[in-house]
């Protein structure tokens, strides 16, 4: 097997160097320009492309921790290597501040830099392609009106041959698809504005497609479920892993604030996106909600709509399974002490919102991940909901007592098989956490 994906990546390799070759010469420099003033953009334009910013997550990506805004440094782990997200400030040296629109134009579309060379896929212009005229401008008055940050990104850290940008020439003839995205007539206003964003601004199957080989979407796949830095994002289709069915209002509500009942807290990466939604129109929001609801299963007799088959408020109560305590004793004792208290009933609220761990999705997921970090890191709650407050446990368990408190939450709580290889899972979670 590993002989046979060497091989696959070696063909891989040399098809898209030759393609590269042939193709990487056929873009050329675009002259730079001196930064305009901020008074040259109409604020209606410079407000409008804020908001698309939001929409876009452009600010998680091109900020990194404790950074500037929009200043870039971001390291994004891919299977590749590590590649860091560039200065999109107005810094003439630094940053985009030289660029013609029609060079950011070309970036968005065609995945070009300024210079004519290639960008790398981590950039989703195979997303943001779809994008109409005025939305590219909108954005381009937005960035253009930042404050301008001298700040050098790291160097790319790729092992050759991904280091040479020529071979990103041969990936878009295989995989690259340019091009604005055409309403469909057969679908409403909301749905075509929902397709618009899912499928285009927001890229939200950048991180929620699995990738091949090469690190292309999955088209065949759509939306059925990716990683992204140590995180797997669930699927948002027919194959979703939800143990409750998501409702259209519970989805427009948890993009919206990052938290929902049945379904939990925004984490991981998903929050910062949580974050931004809450700043757009309500409208947008909605959109989203409904293109996505609409590829969602709906519900079942095995997954209802709340954590009981009957009624439609999400209950609180909830019945382990016995076997999971008598699989597991050791993980029985620990979620006795650390996870009852926020999980089981109390006659009142649950500490901190926590959610009825039948319906919840990380305990369901075929990943075993998620629910490492979330444990191990425990979760901040998002802006629009500060009480989804959840404390991380890395201090307080060893990876053996995690590893039988996961396999028990998943005995006692899912219908689905246990997790293989639970350990290993367990100990790359902790690597990501807190490093090697």
């Known amino acids: 097997m590993r002989l046979k994906r060497a091989l ?20 050329t420099a675009i002259s730079a320009i001196e930064p305009p ?67 950011f134009r070309r970036a968005l579309r065609e995945g070009v830099r300024r210079d004519g060379a290639h960008l790398y896929p981590a950039f989703p212009y195979d997303h943001f392609t779809k994008l109409s005229d005025s939305d590219v401008s909108a954005l381009y008055a937005f960035l253009m009106t930042r404050e301008p940050v001298r700040a050098v ?54 991180c929620h497609t ?31 892993p939800a143990p409750v069915a998501w409702t259209g209002d519970q989805l427009f509500t948890y993009l919206r604030t990052g938290f929902v009942l049945p379904h939990g807290v925004a984490a991981g990466p998903m929050q910062a996106v949580a974050n931004n939604l809450g700043l757009v129109a309500e409208q947008d929001v909605r959109a989203i909600a409904t293109y996505i609801g609409a590829m969602l299963i709906p519900a079942t007799a095995k997954r209802p709509k709340d954590t009981q088959t009957s009624g ?33 009933p109390t006659g009142q609220h649950f500490s901190a919102q ?32 500060p009480a989804a407050l959840m404390p991380g446990f890395a201090a307080a368990l060893t990876d053996g007592q995690l590893t039988a408190l996961m396999a028990y939450l998943r005995g006692t709580f899912s219908d689905q098989p246990s997790w293989s290889q639970l350990e290993d899972k367990v100990r790359e979670a902790r690597q990501s956490v807190h490093g090697p």
Not at 172 to 191: H, N, V
Not at 212 to 237: F, Q, S, T, V
Request: aromatic residues 8%.
């Open 8 to 27: 696959l990546g070696l063909v891989g390799v040399v098809l898209l160097g030759v393609a590269g070759f042939l193709f990487f010469t056929r873009h």
């Open 37 to 103: 003033p901020a008074s040259r953009f109409d604020r209606a334009l410079v407000a409008k492309g804020g908001e698309l910013a939001m929409l876009g997550n452009c600010n998680s990506c091109h900020t990194q921790q404790d950074g500037a805004a929009y200043a870039g440094g971001r390291p994004l782990e891919t299977g590749f290597g590590t590649i860091y997200a560039s200065n999109i400030t107005p810094d003439p040296e630094t940053g985009i501040g030289a660029w013609p629109e029609a060079a």
């Open 153 to 206: 990104r790291p160097a790319n850290a790729l092992p050759f041959p991904w280091s040479q940008r020529a071979l990103i020439a041969g990936w878009k003839l295989l995989f690259f698809r340019p091009g604005e995205l055409q309403p469909d007539p057969t679908l409403s206003a909301e749905l075509n504005r929902g397709a618009y964003l899912v499928e285009g601004l927001a890229h939200c199957g950048a």
């Open 210 to 240: 699995p990738r091949n080989l090469l690190g292309a979407e999955e088209n065949k796949r759509y939306l059925g479920g990716g990683d992204i830095e140590g995180w797997h994002a669930p699927a948002l289709n027919v194959t979703s």
């Open 312 to 344: 439609t408020t999400p209950q609180r109560q909830v019945s382990p399974r016995n076997e999971g305590a008598s699989g597991h004793p050791d993980g029985a004792v620990i979620y006795a002490g650390a996870c009852a208290l926020c999980h089981e």
């Open 354 to 385: 926590g959610i009825p761990l039948r319906a919840s999705k990380v305990i369901a997921m075929p990943d075993a991940r998620n629910l490492a970090r979330v444990v191990l890191e425990g979760i901040n709650p998002p802006n629009a909901s």
